[in-house]
């Protein structure tokens, strides 16, 4: 498949104005991820107001965070994210109050199906997978959630875990595929 070809299918599902949004989502986000943090957490809150389905209370975003599919994700009030981490709303993201994010964390709601050995993986379309993260839930540097997954209210998530599974509430996990190590 052309490249030409591989993009006009890529944005079968997607409308002018949907495109229009992503391209001024990236470039918003894209240029408050620059402004330092004391003035940028302020530019940054605003932005979360402007182009995330829901985004209440403060919200407290380091630079160059990458948020994608905005309109899909809501969060709660006091919502914490460190430097480096991306998050992609394609299959909806529903965050409680008091999230903590830190450094360099992969959430992104959307998985390539990969049946079969054709067409290549990176020619077909993500299918959808939402993932919910509930009150008081930290995520620890470098960790990934995977899509689908739900994380339970006070659950703490161990820097470079992979979390493929749901999590019990106030638990703690850790490793690559994550475990709970013990109750909080
Ligand atoms: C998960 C975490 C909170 C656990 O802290 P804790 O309860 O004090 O845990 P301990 O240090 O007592 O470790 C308990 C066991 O889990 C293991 N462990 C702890 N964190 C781990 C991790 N991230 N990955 C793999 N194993 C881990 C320890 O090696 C130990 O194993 P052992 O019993 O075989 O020796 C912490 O280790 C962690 O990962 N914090 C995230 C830090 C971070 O990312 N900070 C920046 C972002 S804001």
Known sequence: MSYLAFLRDKAKG????????????SLFFGLAGLVPTTFGVFVRAAICKLFLKSCRGLSWIQPRVTIVH???????SHFAVNSGTY???FGGIEMGSHVLIGSNVTISS????????????FARQSLPKKIVI??????GAGAVIMPGVRLA???VVGANAVVTRD???YSIVVGAP???????
Do not use: C
């Not at 509930?134 to 995520?139: A, F, L, M, N």
């Open 14 to 25: 997607y409308s002018l104005g949907l495109m229009l949004r992503l391209e001024f989502e």
């Open 70 to 76: 905005g309109d899909r994700i809501t969060v709660g």
């Open 87 to 89: 998050i992609n709303g």
């Open 110 to 121: 959307g998985q390539h199906p990969i049946d079969g050995r054709l067409p290549p993986v």
């Open 134 to 139: 509930e009150d008081d839930v930290w995520i």
């Open 153 to 155: 209210q006070g659950t």
């Open 167 to 169: 999590t019990e509430p």
């Open 178 to 184: 994550a475990h709970k190590i013990r109750n909080r």
